[in-house]
């Protein structure tokens, strides 16, 4: 995944451009990048590694020696960004978010009539980004450039770019599977992926980007170039897990959404029989907090957090380098309250299960201090796809995910025709997955929310949201 961040104004944005792409720190976790241009100076370019220490951090001295009235900035997953490019467009800026599934054909093609090169990185493989500027390039302008690049790319990319006029040209995704929102004040614009990030620095909403729309923004204005697709299919799971609680996509607020889908999920629990025998229901932090409030709310359980999270040195578990590393600081982080644990009956919801090893970890913490039953609910149906469009998760194959691993346990790869049938928590084979899921990782009961419910939770259409990793179809 990876976030984005840009200002143009009246007045230099250096600030707004920091402190907005530092908000974006939660949706990745190697690189970090800004890029300023300066009528004086020109463009002025910094990325950092942000695996082992935070975006604000590693940028505190560059930002002051940084200015501009015109900028961009990434947090990325992947690949170094933004770049700076020189070509027959000029000289401009770019990130993107997104993911290229046929970046091998793409990159071929392009070699094989430009002539040109990329730069290598470890592996032999390329910059993304510089693959997604290449392709822009071959067309006589960024307009037709950009929706060059959306008809090219299989997956998902949602860019800015930073033109060398001062001015932003924003385009999102052609099925918007990558929210961009568009901010202003007295001063100029802002266009993000999280939408808290610019009304934070006091920008107020203007614009959500549709599907496949481009906009090129100044201080002054925000100029459609390209209207939106008709096509929407913006990721589900931004809302059940990535999304940050204060931001809103399609006007649909994160928070809001992850306490309506908790409410959701205990009245289909009480409809099924469901009693609520349970001391307390808990939220896993981060993300499932929220979900956990509104089932306690719903179900007339007390809420409580019988774990704390020690964040100030570590604020996410998996930013260390090794498996081994990380394991370790997942452990460390957890604080129990041992009044709140010893001899009680506790459920948890979570955001999802995706291998699930850390959860298996935060159960067995658990029994170690004294619980006498863990319960175990995800916000959203078991992931049985690795996702096409965004690569939410580190795994490469569906294989690697908990759901399709069990079921390959239970039944071989005959198991594999059935997938649909292991999602649904009232048939026979999806009562053996829970029931085995439990076994494995030693749970008192778990289950699910379905499709439906998730979708009641977020409120659009289902055409109009992609459920590819919990489905497998595409839309």
């Known amino acids: 995944m990876g976030g984005y961040f840009g200002a143009v104004s009246k007045k230099d944005v250096t600030k707004d451009v920091f402190y907005g792409t530092d908000y974006h720190s939660h949706l990745g976790t190697r690189r970090g990048g800004m890029a300023l241009l300066d009528e004086v100076k020109g463009f002025d370019r910094e990325i950092h590694n942000i695996e082992t220490s935070p975006f604000r951090t590693k940028f505190k001295d560059a930002v002051e020696e940084m200015r501009g009235n015109a900028g961009i900035g990434c947090i ?4 170094p960004q933004p770049l700076l490019i020189n070509s027959n467009l000029g000289t401009y800026a770019i990130c993107f978010v997104g993911k ?8 071929k093609q392009f070699l094989a009539f430009s002539g040109g090169h990329f730069e290598g990185m470890s592996g032999g493989r390329i910059n993304n980004t510089e693959l997604v500027a290449s392709i822009i390039d071959q067309k006589c302008d960024f307009l037709k450039g950009l929706k060059f690049a959306q008809d090219s790319i299989e997956g998902s990319a949602s860019i800015l770019v930073l033109c060398e006029d001062g001015s932003i040209i924003a385009s999102r995704d052609k099925f918007g599977r990558t929210p961009m ?7 100029g614009h802002a266009v993000s992926f999280e939408s808290f990030a610019y009304e934070k620095l006091d920008y107020e909403t203007i614009h959500e980007l549709g599907p496949g729309e481009i906009v090129k923004i100044t201080a002054e204005k925000v100029k459609v170039l390209s209207p939106r697709m008709k096509k929407n299919c913006i990721c589900a799971f931004l809302w059940s897990y990535f999304g940050y609680p204060n931001s809103c996509y399609e006007n649909v607020n994160v928070e809001v959404m992850r306490n309506l889908n908790g409410h959701i999920m205990a009245r ?3 409809e099924e029989g469901n009693k609520f025998d349970y001391d307390y229901v808990c939220g896993v932090p981060d993300s499932g907090i929220a979900h956990a409030i509104g089932y306690a709310n719903e179900c007339g359980v007390n809420y409580a957090r019988p774990f704390i999270k020690y964040t100030p040195t570590w604020p996410r578990s ?22 709140l644990i010893e001899g009680k009956k506790l459920l948890f919801v979570d955001d999802s299960i995706v291998r699930g090893n850390q959860l298996k970890r935060t159960g067995d913490f658990l029994y170690s201090k004294g619980a006498k039953e863990v319960h175990m609910r995800s916000a959203c149906p078991p992931i049985m796809y690795s996702c096409k469009y965004l690569g ?5 194959e569906d294989r690697e995910l908990i759901a399709r691993e069990t079921i390959l ?7 594999e025709k059935y997938i649909e049938e292991y999602s649904d928590g009232r048939t026979e084979r999806g009562k053996e997955l829970r029931k085995a899921l439990c076994k494995k990782m030693h749970f008192d009961s778990l289950e699910f929310q379905n499709i439906e419910g998730i979708l009641e939770a977020i ?10 990793c919990w489905s497998g179809k595409e839309k």
């Open 409 to 415: 346990e239970l039944e071989g790869e005959e198991g």
């Open 392 to 396: 939410f998760a580190r795994q490469t």
């Open 76 to 79: 990325s997953d992947s690949d």
């Open 459 to 468: 409120g659009l259409e289902e055409d109009s949201v992609c459920t590819y």
């Open 318 to 339: 998996f930013m260390p380098g090794t498996q081994k590393q990380s394991n370790r600081i997942a452990q460390m982080k957890l604080i129990p309250i041992k009044k």
């Open 181 to 187: 929102l568009i901010g202003k004040n007295r001063y």
């Open 268 to 270: 289909t629990e009480a």
């Open 100 to 107: 290229i599934n046929n970046h091998e054909t793409l990159k």
